[in-house]
């Protein structure tokens, strides 16, 4: 495969309206705060901060109350810190504590209970977790919770892929990466705390249907493609090859800038499918029998709000996010806020 060419991020044409939540900013700085106090990071604050996970957070929630704006913040802070360390622990070849770290947090979200060693009692990681998915769960209603238990563990187990993958003699299929990036992306929790924080709840019926699955993935692969041609030059710099722009290269023999125009053609077909879904969801809820006018105004609501993770990763990514224009990102180094010392050894 060839070396990392010179490349442009394309234009993914996402035909969606954006909004965003006017203190989005505020969110930001308090989502900081909350990870400093909670000791995620201890330095490097203002680089940290330069992630805009408030920006994010108040483009996908922007109709939201602002409490779950800066909820949904601090989660996203915590997911970007729990994903650095997993790649500190990689780098490091100290995978070993990885596993208990997330046993921790499994454990607590099934039980409400911590058993483990006491470092990890302690972790800021564990701590972190704690604080938000009590609050978290406190405001979810009860089949959303149920989701939202569900995503978690299916979350950190991909990520134990990723680090699989990066082990491997064979890169992963195509294929597999794709079904596995769904949950690395570590999106489905964040979309199950918006559909909360929104007030929209959709049948499971409907939720569970494969025609709404079909449309939920065709979204988390538009946001999780995207997210793959900006953080190229960071993945392919550290040898990481989960990416779909690397595999796409590495299986074709294609120079990475081509392989960022293939990505860019899936994109577009994906986004089609995601259309093709939506218009069709009405002919579905008739099938289901759901009848109910509020449920099948949420089902429209929560269709809105998948529009909103599409363009708003987008325009996070191109305008409010520094981590993919960080020099030392870029060259494939750790950011300066890591803590090496945050997952202890086990």
Known sequence: MALLDSFTIP?????????????SGRANSEATSWA??????????????????GHLSGRVCHEAPYRHVVLLAEWMAWSFVLDDQHDHLIRAERLEAWRPLTD?????????????????????????????????????????????RVHIPLMLRSLDQEAANRNAAQQ??????????RHS????????????????EVPPEV???SAFQDLMSSALDVISWGNDVFSLRKEFSC????????????????SLPEAVLAVQERTRSRIEDFLTAAQGLPDVLDTLEVTDPSARAGVARCV???????IGADLWQRYECTRYSDERWVAGLESTYIRPDLVPGI
Not at 190 to 200: F, I, N, S
């Open 172 to 181: 992963p299929t195509i294929d597999d990466y794709v079904r596995m990036r």
């Open 207 to 209: 939720y569970n249907s």
């Open 185 to 200: 992306s570590q999106l489905l929790p964040m979309m199950d705390m918006v559909e909360a924080g929104l007030g929209v």
């Open 104 to 148: 921790a947090i499994t454990g607590y979200l099934a039980t409400g209970k911590i058993d483990s060693a006491p470092q990890l009692r302690r972790n800021p990681l564990v701590v972190g977790f704690i604080d938000l998915c009590d609050r978290i769960l406190a405001d979810m209603p009860p089949t959303v919770r149920e989701r939202y």
């Open 11 to 23: 234009d993914f044409h996402l035909p969606f309206e954006s909004a965003k939540h006017p203190q």
């Open 36 to 53: 400093l106090h909670h000791g995620l990071i201890t330095d490097a604050a203002e680089q940290f901060a330069g992630i805009g996970f």
């Open 304 to 310: 809105k709000s998948y529009q909103d993770w599409m």
């Open 239 to 254: 040898g990481d090859n989960n990416n779909l722009v690397s595999l796409l290269a590495w299986w074709n023999e294609w």
